[in-house]
């Protein structure tokens, strides 16, 4: 009988299947589920660091991150297969596509974290931890301005929940490339 992580895990590589991203090797792309697997592995390495954290919530969250947002899994299938808490703080995690701009979606999630319990938050700074690896070789100056002012705007929302990742996450925003 494969534990709640393990369901997580089976159903966000079923679900991201075809999905890839690229690299800052031109040509290279990889798997979507290396970045849900690198977000794992960053929530498991926090965990460490708070033993108060509900490890259930924190790791199947960080692997469902992006499910709602770019899979046609359901929020009924997330509720059925993992409960009502886990569904709301995947649930923070998405952006409402039906608000205007991407600032407004951002403050919006930003306000839907802060209101579910720290395992959330702390995903989201994991996620922005992975997602300041170096970006793929034709994102433009102005791109990258934009995408390190967001992760500091998630630090300055989200940090208190962790000294460990906000550790990380400065440390990522210090040596993200700015041109
Ligand atoms: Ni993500």
């Known amino acids: 009988m494969p534990n709640?992580?393990?369901?997580?895990?089976?159903?966000?590589?079923?679900?991201?299947?075809?999905?890839?991203?690229?690299t800052p090797i031109e040509g290279l792309?990889?798997?979507?589920?290396?970045h849900?697997?690198?977000?794992?592995?960053?929530?498991?390495q926090a965990l460490h660091h708070h033993p108060e954290f509900d490890a259930d919530l924190l790791l199947?969250?960080?692997?469902?991150?992006?499910?709602?947002?770019?899979?046609?899994?359901?929020?009924?299938?997330?509720?059925?297969?993992?409960?009502?808490?886990?569904?709301?703080g995947v649930r923070a995690l998405t952006k409402d596509e039906n608000l205007p701009s991407?600032?407004?979606?951002?403050?919006?999630s930003l306000q839907r974290i802060l209101?579910?319990?720290?395992?959330?938050?702390?995903?989201?700074?994991?996620?922005?931890?992975?997602?300041?690896?170096?970006?793929?070789?034709?994102?433009?100056?102005?791109?990258?301005?934009a995408y390190r002012e967001e992760a500091q705007l998630i630090l300055d929302q989200l940090g208190h929940v962790s000294t460990y990742l906000s550790q990380r996450l400065a440390g990522k925003i210090a040596a993200y490339p700015t041109s």
């Open 4 to 22: 709640l992580l393990q369901k997580a895990w089976l159903l966000a590589a079923h679900h991201h299947e075809n999905q890839r991203y690229n």
């Open 29 to 34: 792309t990889l798997p979507y589920l290396t």
């Open 36 to 44: 849900i697997g690198a977000v794992l592995i960053e929530a498991q």
């Open 60 to 88: 199947c969250s960080a692997v469902l991150h992006d499910t709602l947002e770019d899979t046609d899994l359901t929020p009924d299938q997330v509720e059925t297969t993992f409960g009502k808490e886990i569904l709301t």
């Open 102 to 108: 991407k600032r407004e979606q951002m403050e919006d």
């Open 115 to 145: 209101a579910a319990p720290p395992e959330i938050a702390a995903v989201k700074l994991c996620d922005r931890i992975n997602n300041l690896s170096p970006p793929p070789h034709y994102w433009t100056p102005t791109k990258k301005a």
